[in-house]
T-cell receptor, first 119, second 114 residues
Framework: SQTIHQWPATLVQPVGSPLSLECTVE??????LYWYRQAAGRGLQLLFY??????ISSEVPQNLSASRPQDRQFILSSKKLLLSDSGFYLC??????????????????FGPGTRLTVL | AQSVTQLGSHVSVSEGALVLLRCNYSSSVPPYLFWYVQYPNQGLQLLLKYTSAATLVKGINGFEAEFKKSETSFHLTKPSAHMSDAAEYFCAVSRSGGYNKLIFGAGTRLAVHP
């Protein structure tokens, strides 16, 4: 079965410090990968998605960036955090495709999340 | 463009009462629709999904949802609420399977009272 991990679970960082959040998926290959942010009292906002190694698309321009150095690893980074970067960050994956996986192609599965507080 | 509207940011029910969480969508193509549940400080867990098969979809934990194209709705229901159902619920829409972008509603927080 597939599992998705995120770390750290919680993080408190000062304004202006760098950020690195990691997400890894086990039990599948060539997944689509996604980063979402959930700010307090708001819904989920898609930040980045990736359909393959080195292929990153940004949904919202900001001071965050994403990288996919390996097939099942997705990293969210920032060089200098802002107060507005605080929130709950969720990684998700879905099957990339292939007719034999059609039944599961439509669903995104989420990790446990990282709570980021910028002070 | 696709969008999702969840009516009611907070819903409160008594234990044993009917749960009804409302979701309306907008989509120019046949949609895929999802309900996710989020417990405090946890990720999102899939409750159920509609992918153009049966219009009445049964999910986990006794929840079900009915796709009504004429009303552009996908409301989530459960006949009898349990205390453990207290959580935040998100409705989401996507264009199709495979590589898909999910558009989420703002969420509905469900409280269950004894």
């Amino acid at each position: 079965s597939q599992t998705i991990h995120q770390w750290p679970a919680t993080l408190v960082q000062p304004v202006g410090s760098p950020l690195s959040l990691e997400c890894t998926v086990e039990g599948t290959s060539n997944p689509n990968l996604y980063w979402y942010r959930q700010a307090a009292g708001r819904g989920l906002q898609l930040l980045f998605y990736s359909v393959g190694i080195g292929q990153i698309s940004s949904e919202v321009p900001q001071n965050l960036s994403a990288s996919r150095p390996q097939d099942r690893q997705f990293i969210l980074s920032s060089k200098k955090l802002l107060l507005s970067d605080s929130g709950f960050y969720l990684c998700a994956w879905s099957f990339l495709g292939g007719s034999q996986l059609a039944a599961g192609r439509d669903t995104q599965y989420f990790g446990p999340g990282t709570r980021l507080t910028v002070l | 463009a696709q969008s999702v509207t969840q009516l009611g940011s907070h819903v409160s029910v008594s234990e044993g009462a009917l749960v009804l969480l409302r979701c309306n969508y907008s989509s120019s193509v046949p949609p895929y629709l999802f309900w996710y549940v989020q417990y405090p400080n946890q990720g999102l867990q899939l409750l159920l999904k509609y992918t153009s098969a049966a219009t009445l979809v049964k999910g986990i934990n006794g929840f079900e949802a009915e796709f009504k194209k004429s009303e552009t709705s996908f409301h989530l229901t459960k006949p009898s609420a349990h205390m453990s159902d207290a959580a935040e619920y998100f409705c989401a829409v996507s264009r199709s399977g495979g590589y898909n972008k999910l558009i989420f509603g703002a969420g509905t927080r469900l409280a269950v009272h004894p």
